[in-house]
């Protein structure tokens, strides 16, 4: 398997994970497919001649465990995307203590785990990729999804300061943000009940261009679509006092976090 391109993909069953790979793959990647489902990933890794390996991200030592055997396989990695992650409808107040726990162990501390156990195989591809997916609810504060949102900005905060850490290293860190994507376990069409907002609901395979558009033309951060989330981004950073109170008269249009 010398000179192949080797990546990595968390969430891989189903969704944004699985267009991903079948994206890399019909660019020539080899694609070793990381979830917990191993029907779902025995059938795509199939499909797209890749690997699997059935692991929950937000157990650390699974996912050292996993890491290790593919890094046995395949000494370097050229990209390790962090798709991974869970939805967590209600507030802080409403919803049960252990989905908080859950939403937060998947969607920031996975990839964390995630990026320490591959570190090596990173390092070892000269010119590594590392793709975080994290969602415009990262840059938004959006009260009916907080544990979500906030599990969010945790993981963009994670994936900006990597960014930073790991650049001298000859590793890029992109960071993909994702408006309503239309997926398994994230209904967002039947959810939305804005027509507005409902017009820039996407899909998974939108979203899995962006993700190879981000590594090979290296782009930092990528919102998709631009419009109107990027708007909603900037709104949120420039002017959160007029924003928060204008997504509190919103609320009742979204049930569900993006």
Request: aromatic share 6%; glycine share 8%; with cysteine.
């Amino acid at each position: 398997m010398t000179g192949e391109r080797v990546a990595v993909i968390t969430g891989a069953s189903s969704g944004i994970g699985e267009a991903i790979a079948r994206e890399l793959a019909r660019r020539g990647w080899h694609c070793v497919l990381l979830a917990r489902r191993a029907q779902e990933l025995v059938r795509i890794a199939g499909e797209i001649s890749g690997e699997w390996e059935v692991c929950d991200v937000s157990d650390r030592a699974q996912v050292d465990e996993v890491a290790a055997r593919v890094l046995e396989r395949h000494a370097a990695i050229g990209l390790l995307v962090n798709n991974a992650g869970v939805p967590a409808r209600g507030s802080f107040l409403d919803i049960d203590p252990e989905l908080v726990e859950r939403v937060t162990d998947v969607n920031y501390l996975g990839g964390v785990w995630c990026l320490r156990a591959f570190a090596p195989g990173l390092r070892r591809a000269r010119g590594a990729h590392v793709v975080n997916l994290i969602s415009v609810a990262g840059t938004v504060a959006f009260a009916p999804a907080g544990a979500y949102a906030a599990s969010k900005h945790a993981q963009l905060a994670f994936s900006r300061s990597t960014a930073a850490l790991l650049r001298p290293e000859g590793i890029r860190v992109h960071t993909v943000l994702p408006g309503f994507v239309e997926t398994e376990g994230f209904p967002q069409r039947s959810k939305l009940r804005s027509p507005f907002m409902r017009r820039y609901v996407i899909e998974a395979d939108d979203v899995a261009r962006a993700v190879v558009e981000a590594v090979e033309k290296d782009k930092t951060e990528v919102t998709v679509p631009w419009f109107p989330y990027r708007m909603a981004s900037v709104g949120q950073a420039l002017v959160p006092g007029l924003f928060s109170r204008f997504v509190t008269r919103r609320a009742g249009e979204h049930r569900d976090g993006s």
